[in-house]
């Protein structure tokens, strides 16, 4: 059957695209991630009044144009963004609030503060967020740290302080330290009624990781 619907049919098409884009892939940020912040989107979109087509798109899009995944380093949003929904018959209006959505979402520092954002987006960054979080939080971080070459743990590198997104995207530090500097903050920055109730669980997963974690390094358990 096929779909009358025009933002579903717009949704699907984007879908179509993003899974061209991002392959299965081992660092984390692969179309299983995309996916899965998709899906907690919309499901946190339910509990929030908005606009759910957006907050759809915004979380297919999050990672178009990421530092993380662009050749150069360099954030690359809007351009990227704006040629994946080429066709789409999306108007200019929802691209640019998608686009600015996103520009948004990414962690950029403990020391930095999230910049305000419309509802949708607030749906969007939690959902990214609460998959940096829980079991699937802590796969992803040592997938990440172990593409990336990074130890898993060293006792004499300590946490680091990010006041700005240069700084922070420069770290390269152990992956038991993201830990400290980015993914035990998370459940106190969420934002949405769901975002919050669905933290806590995942937080505390992630806390007893890590001590048990410390324990077992040092052979004391
Ligand atoms: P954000 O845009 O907020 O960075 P993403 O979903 O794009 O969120 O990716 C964040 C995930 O990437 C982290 O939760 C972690 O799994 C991984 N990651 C990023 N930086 C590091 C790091 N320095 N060490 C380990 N994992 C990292
Ligand atoms: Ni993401």
Partial sequence: MTDTNPGMQITGKVMQ??????AADGSGHGIDHVMRVYRMAVRIAEE???DTFIVALAALLHD???HKLTASGNENHREEIAALLDG???SNVQTNQII?????????GNGVEDAPMPVEGRCVRDADRLDAMGSIGIARAFAYGALKGR???DADKKPGSHDNFGDY???NSHTINHFYEKLLLLKDRMETAAGKR?????HAMLEAFVSEFLLEWDAEK
């Fill in 88 to 90: 789409t018959g999306l």
């Fill in 100 to 108: 600015d959505i996103v520009e948004k979402v990414s962690f950029k």
């Fill in 48 to 50: 929030e009044s908005c």
């Fill in 17 to 22: 695209r993003v899974r061209e884009r991002f």
């Fill in 169 to 171: 995207k420069k770290s």
């Fill in 198 to 202: 669905l933290a806590e669980g995942r």
């Fill in 151 to 153: 130890p898993m743990f």
């Fill in 64 to 66: 178009v144009g990421d």
